[in-house]
């Protein structure tokens, strides 16, 4: 009598209770994508096409209040500025987050995790706790003041707070370890042989980070920028007590509007426009430098 076997099932065809079992893997991530992320951001657009003022008094649909966001200079140029500092506080976390990062990454892992301690005690600390630090030592009777009047460089005490500066410096000390870390994550995967080899061939330091280094440490790069980046034009406690009242950021606006003002409508409309016009660049400057830079093998790795 001739049996005849049942061809065996793949991975993706296992069942429990008749559900597919990958499909019971990723339902609770599903589910809590849905209730936090998809929930609000579908209450955030509806709440955004309100026609009134406040949203509890408000029924239909309109654009008024995007209308009103664009037809006013003073909001758009707050975007614009919003935009100008992430780039800012971007570039100089690359710019002295990727030497620490790679110097992490060719330690030994024993030295490495004491060093890495460093770079995340920050991150630990609450961000209020480290704007009011910021605020006594930027004061008028603050330690830098007090450095620059007791060595003889200034007369007298410098507003060094409520300026552009100190908002970059403070937003650049609260986010360089993520650029450290994504950096660091990325370099760390680099045989370090490539780096003898382009040596071999009388390749210069300055020709091997180009050719070599660069191209592989580029999604870190873009990781780190992006996520820099995206921090810092969400960021809303620093502006508003580094920046005062001189220094607006998109942030700062849109928490008035909504529990200040109570202008629910408009500060969903806001919210959206800055996460549209976010994502919008982000994957246009990703595009465009994975184009430019990255090798194949690295564009493989960062998709």
């Known amino acids: 009598m001739n049996e005849t076997t049942a061809p065996a099932a793949g991975p993706g065809a296992e069942r429990i209770c008749g559900i597919p079992k990958w499909l019971l893997l990723v339902a609770p991530a599903a589910a809590l994508l849905a209730a936090f ?46 935009f100008r500092i992430g780039v800012i506080v971007s570039v100089i976390s690359l710019v002295l987050g990727f030497p620490v990062g790679y110097s992490l990454a060719r330690l030994p892992p024993a030295q490495r995790r004491w060093r890495l301690i460093f770079v995340i005690l920050p991150l630990t600390l609450s961000l209020v706790v ?113 920046g005062g009242n001189q220094i607006q950021m998109l942030g700062n606006i849109i928490y008035e509007q909504i529990v200040v003002l109570l202008r629910w409508p408009f500060g969903a409309a806001m919210s959206l426009v800055l996460l549209v016009i976010t994502l919008i660049t982000i994957t246009a400057v990703n595009g465009y430098v994975a184009r430019r830079f990255m090798t194949p093998r690295s564009r493989e790795h960062a998709r």
């Not at 200079?73 to 500025?81: G, K, P």
């Not at 000390?173 to 993520?178: S, V």
């Not at 450290?180 to 990325?186: A, D, K, N, R, W």
């Open 130 to 242: 480290v704007v009011f630090g910021w605020l006594v030592v930027l004061g008028r009777n603050g330690i830098v003041n007090a450095a620059l009047t007791g060595l003889g460089i200034v007369e007298s005490p410098q507003r060094l707070l409520f300026t552009e500066g100190a908002v970059i410096l403070v937003l650049v000390q609260q986010f360089l370890p993520f650029m450290i870390l994504s950096v660091m994550s990325v370099v760390s995967q680099i045989d370090p042989v490539l780096e003898q080899a382009a040596a071999n061939l009388r390749a210069n330091r300055f020709v091997t980070f180009r050719r070599v280094i660069l191209p592989l440490a580029m999604p870190g790069i873009l990781s780190g920028m992006t996520l820099v980046f995206i921090l810092t034009i969400s960021a809303f406690i620093t502006p508003r007590l580094i």
């Open 37 to 82: 992320l998809v929930a609000p951001l579908v209450g955030l657009v509806r709440t955004s096409l309100y026609p009134g003022p406040t949203s509890f008094e408000s029924t239909g649909w309109s654009l008024a209040q995007y209308r009103d966001f664009f037809s006013d200079w003073y909001f758009v140029d707050v975007l614009f500025q919003t």
